[in-house]
């Protein structure tokens, strides 16, 4: 089974700074790796993809995220945090089968 | 305007009535979704069509059914809610699982 682990429920960071957000992955096959976003009362929000290529992934807002085979990992980061980048983000994978797994969501906090 | 829409967005049910929540896409996506999103618990997938007449179970399909009669549609039916189905559910669509997922704006349950 695949499975995929956020192990921060919750980060804060300054406005300015750096911010990482972590995401741990287990599939079977080569995996298909996705971050999405989910602002106040909103629905979610497609941020970026891996599928082959490329380790370092850009995507929108300035974001880009990380793959590490060794590592299992697709970490999310932006060099310099927005107060607007506060929201719910979640990681996603697929191995292969057609299912997807969601991770259980990391909560981003930029303070000014 | 290429979207996915939901009905009814907030429902307040009693425990053992039938409901349906309707989902539907205009992107012509062959690949739909049913999510669950839980505190603490992320998103889980419910049940996911690869396209017409061809559905399959996600990690939490117990008490559900779905149907893909039409390409565009992929309802959601509770035959018998409990209170445990209290969640909020997010319709989603692509072309495959391998590609960026459009979700819809989500539709709060509750079961009394």
């Known amino acids: 089974a695949q499975s995929v682990a956020q192990p921060e429920d919750q980060v804060n960071v300054a406005e300015g700074n750096p911010l990482t957000v972590k995401c741990t992955y287990s599939?079977?096959?080569?995996?298909?790796l996705f971050w999405y976003v989910q602002y106040p009362n909103r629905g979610l929000q497609f941020l970026l993809k891996?599928?082959?290529?490329?380790?370092l992934v850009k995507g929108s807002y300035g974001f880009e995220a990380e793959f590490n085979k060794s590592q299992t990992s697709f970490h999310l980061k932006k060099p310099s945090a927005l107060v607007s980048d506060s929201a719910l983000y979640f990681c996603?994978?697929?191995?292969?089968?057609?299912?997807?797994?969601f991770g259980s969501g990391t909560q981003l906090t930029v303070l000014p | 305007e290429a979207q996915v829409t939901q009905n009814p967005r907030y429902l307040i049910t009693v425990t053992g009535k039938k409901l349906t929540v309707t989902c539907s896409q205009n992107m012509n996506h062959e690949y739909m979704s049913w999510y669950r999103q839980d505190p603490g618990l992320g998103l889980r997938q419910i049940y996911y069509s690869m396209n017409v007449e061809v559905t399959d179970k996600g990690d939490v399909p117990e008490g559900y059914k779905v149907s893909r009669k039409e390409k565009r549609n992929f309802p959601l039916i509770l035959e018998s809610p409990s209170p445990n189905q209290t969640s909020l559910y997010f319709c989603a669509s692509s072309f495959s699982p391998s590609d960026e997922q459009f979700f819809g704006p989500g539709t709060r349950l509750t079961v009394l």
């Open positions: 891996y599928i082959t290529g490329d380790n």
């Open positions: 996603a994978v697929r191995g292969s089968a057609r299912q997807l797994t």
């Open positions: 599939v079977s096959g080569n995996p298909y």
